[in-house]
């Protein structure tokens, strides 16, 4: 298995960076994910997009452009041969002397096995709401420290996962963002959150008898809506039977299975291109 550390390639044994490092010092850094099916990457484009965004919204330099990049990633995947993956691109804020300073950033890039699932569960997941606004929820930072820390409650609560809200105004789970189904609409939240690419593609949808709102709602729509989903790349559309305890609908989740289907015709069509 390799890395890429500032476009060098090392087995993962022996990839490494300084404990000097801004992103160990102070948490300070970027990253990105998309995945790859039989050794394409899906959507790239939509996430070099999102990825050299974040780094100017938190002032940090890539040191390749987006072709040198993309380079650097399509190498990394004929090195590993993991037809099926997940690569992450994380920018840190480099090796800093004072612990405080931007200096030149570190850019590694690690790809992982994934399984991509085609098929979706009958039951979904339950989320656990709590009240939490993210920093900077625009950018993709590495900064997930109440999704680690709330590992235990989520537990507690026999969840799978939690459901950000800002005061009972829904925002997003803390890799996923969320989605509900009422008579006529689908709705997701506009304001405050990070923008998926899925998310993205997902609003591109047309789906017969609804339309696409984004809007802020709040945790009793959440509650009394016909389905939930949450969407990320490696879920596509992936139903939410329950949140904080309270069955959503009546468990049949023909609109997120109609959206998931659309979804894979899309990755199947990026694949071809």
């Known amino acids: 298995m390799y890395i890429s550390i500032n476009n060098q390639f090392f087995a993962s044994e022996d990839a490494k960076i300084s404990v000097s490092d801004l992103s160990i010092q102070r948490g300070y850094g970027i990253f990105d994910f998309l995945k790859t099916i039989n050794n394409k990457p899906i959507f790239i484009e939509n996430y070099l997009d999102r990825f050299y965004n974040s780094a100017k919204e938190m002032n940090l330099e890539v040191d390749l452009d987006r072709v040198q990049l993309s380079g650097t990633i399509q190498k990394l995947i004929e090195k590993n041969n993991i037809p099926n993956s997940g690569i992450k691109i994380i920018l840190t ?156 609908g009546d468990g049949n989740n023909k609109i997120t299975s109609l959206i998931h289907e659309q979804l894979l015709a899309l990755i199947e069509k990026d694949q071809l291109v």
């Open 93 to 248: 804020g480099g090796y800093s002397e004072d612990g405080n300073t931007l200096v030149k950033p570190n850019l590694i890039i690690i790809q992982t096995p994934l399984e991509i699932s085609q098929s979706l569960p009958q039951k979904g997941f339950s989320l656990i709401s709590y009240n939490h606004q993210r920093q900077i929820p625009q950018v993709k930072t590495i900064d997930y420290l109440q999704a680690i820390r709330l590992q235990k409650f989520v537990k507690e609560n026999d969840a799978d996962d939690l459901l950000y809200h800002n005061h009972g105004m829904v925002r997003e789970c803390p890799r996923a963002n969320f989605f509900i189904v009422t008579d006529n609409e689908i709705i997701t939240t506009n304001n405050e959150i990070l923008k998926g690419i899925t998310r993205s593609k997902i609003l591109g949808l047309n789906i017969p008898d609804y339309k696409f709102t984004e809007r802020d709602f709040t945790l009793d729509e959440v509650y009394n809506a016909k389905e939930a989903f949450v969407s990320s790349s490696t879920k596509n559309a992936f139903p939410v039977y329950k949140v904080d305890g309270k069955l959503i």
